[in-house]
């Protein structure tokens, strides 16, 4: 969130005011080589992906493997060491305030533990970013935030605070926030990781809508039922690479004798409490070098 903020200091003139350059084949954001050292030990090794309109791609792998570390260097969260990102067919160049400004306004983040001011309102927290980083007025960041609550089913909940909403609900006021901005992708971080068994529910049905409205999203999940169902390609990552990439049809075939099956059986034998902690090496990541 303070990375998002500091675009609002971003001198306005330097903005590109040209229309952004789109590729022949519409890739709205692209990743070339992309290599993380953390702490003197390699995290991202030479990952590459390519998003298109439409395109939902789903990251899964074990504990450790990249994929947070992977998601935040998509949008400079983490700057990556080495390698490109492309955004609508224009090289990000990341010492550049104002190109880094409109990538991250353009990819929009949603993390695992929510990441709210616990002193704002629901509605104040979606309208902070809409006034400092877009000038939007009180009033006008006010409307838009309300109707992006009412899109998330929070619309009556506008006016509580973080400690009066539960898990389920404080991550679907993430999500308006990140929905305010007008993000062209979504990047999604174990949004349901934090939650709740009986909270899942609700988060995955605004995401389930998101893709239905035809919103782009990258996802780090476990919920592989759900990922199943939505993604138009699994990544699956490990020791900082993605080791195999196809669609779930092909990944998750039965008897297809993937890695990405192998893993997804060894999820689906533990218990639920299980599959949410550090057991067995198939944990969810839990911050960087996840």
């Known amino acids: 969130m303070i990375a998002a903020f500091a675009c609002a200091d971003a001198p306005r ?4 005011s040209a229309p952004p350059v789109v590729s022949e084949n519409d890739v709205l954001l692209r990743a070339k080589g992309i290599a993380k050292i953390l702490g003197g030990r390699t995290i991202l090794d030479d990952v590459s992906l390519t998003m298109r309109p439409g395109d939902i791609k789903v990251l899964i792998g074990p504990s450790g ?10 949008n400079y969260l983490l700057p990556p060491d080495r390698g490109e990102i492309w955004l609508e067919g224009r090289l990000v160049h990341g010492s550049n305030t104002a190109e ?22 629901a509605v104040d927290n979606v309208a902070l970013a ?5 000038r939007y007025g009180k009033d006008q960041a006010r409307e838009r935030s309300l109707k992006e609550l009412e899109r998330v089913g929070l619309a009556s909940r506008a006016g509580l605070y973080p400690a009066q909403l539960s898990g389920g609900q404080k991550q679907r006021v993430a999500i308006a926030r990140a929905l305010a901005m007008d993000p062209k992708i ?3 971080d174990e949004p349901t990781s934090a939650l709740d068994p009986e909270l899942v529910g609700e988060v995955l049905a605004v995401i389930r809508d998101l893709a239905a409205n035809g919103m782009p999203m990258i996802m780090a999940t476990h919920q592989m039922d759900f990922a199943r169902s939505l993604a138009t390609e699994v990544l699956f990552m490990e020791g900082g690479r ?14 297809a004798r993937t890695r990405t ?3 997804c059986g060894k999820l689906a034998n533990l218990r639920p409490a299980d599959a949410e902690g550090e057991m067995d090496g198939v944990a969810p990541d839990r911050g960087v070098g996840g």
């Open 130 to 134: 809409l006034r400092k980083v877009r």
């Open 261 to 263: 099956g192998d893993f």
């Open 13 to 16: 003139s330097a903005v590109p």
């Open 65 to 74: 493997a990249g994929k947070s570390t992977f998601l935040q260097c998509l």
């Open 186 to 188: 979504l990047l999604l």
């Open 242 to 255: 993605i080791i195999e990439q196809d669609s779930p049809a092909v990944l998750l075939a039965p008897g």
């Open 100 to 121: 880094l400004c409109g990538l991250r306004q353009a990819v929009g983040m949603i993390f695992q533990d929510f990441n709210l001011f616990d002193h704002l309102s």
